[in-house]
């Protein structure tokens, strides 16, 4: 068995040391990059009454189901973001999220959900363009003008969207939408974060350009000229095609 392991090491010395030395590279470089986002981000905080107050919620989208439910991951950051704002703590509710055709529509789902909950309609604003992490914040700062938020999104998300926040320009502290034991998604979703900390700081040190567009002062504006459009009629559920 031992001879069977080593035979590249015999048989080709010089390419396997490239790839010895390649892969530890690559280890390392992807666990050093971890340690700096997991370091480099703000502090959060799962209680709402411990949320230190902020102009606006800023709610990264997640899974719409085919049905038009929000995934209970989503779901989870919208109660939270509701809770936030029912406590006074923020102003407004950004919910920034994938709408990148008419058949799926992730920030009109939070913002109908957030609305049920007795949130203020004019207070609710929606980026259709937060097509990832990266870009909702850089959207929020430069299109919505945010310059102090709290970020609600899971544990395993939450210190690289304050990395990203802060690169980004703004203030943002935490607030985690753990309400639930998340099992194997969780799980799935925390290894995933593993390359995606490493994607955040290409992203940052790139600057890789996020979806431009018409300025929405959150400050000053109403958050219903930021809903866009109705879709079209006979648009699916997970379009969000309700009033």
Known sequence: MRRVVTYPLRRWPRLSRLVLIGGTGLVLFIAAANIYVLHSGGEATSVVAEAPRAEVAVVPG??????GDMSTMLAARVEQA????????VEKVLVSGDHGSWK????????????????????VFEDHAGFDTWATMVRAREIFGVRSAVVVTQGFHMPRALYLA?????EATGLTA?????????RKSAVREVLSRVKAIADVNLDSPALAGPEIPIATSDG?????????SGTPPAGSPQE
């Open 62 to 67: 997640a899974l719409v189901e085919p049905d």
């Open 82 to 89: 509701s809770r936030l704002w029912h406590a006074d703590k």
């Open 104 to 123: 799926y529509d992730e920030p009109d789902t939070m913002r109908k959900a957030l609305i049920e909950d007795g949130v203020d309609p004019r207070d």
């Open 166 to 170: 802060e690169a980004a320009g703004i």
């Open 178 to 186: 753990d309400l639930q034991e998340w099992g194997a998604q969780g």
């Open 224 to 232: 219903r000229e930021s809903w866009g459009p109705a879709p079209p």
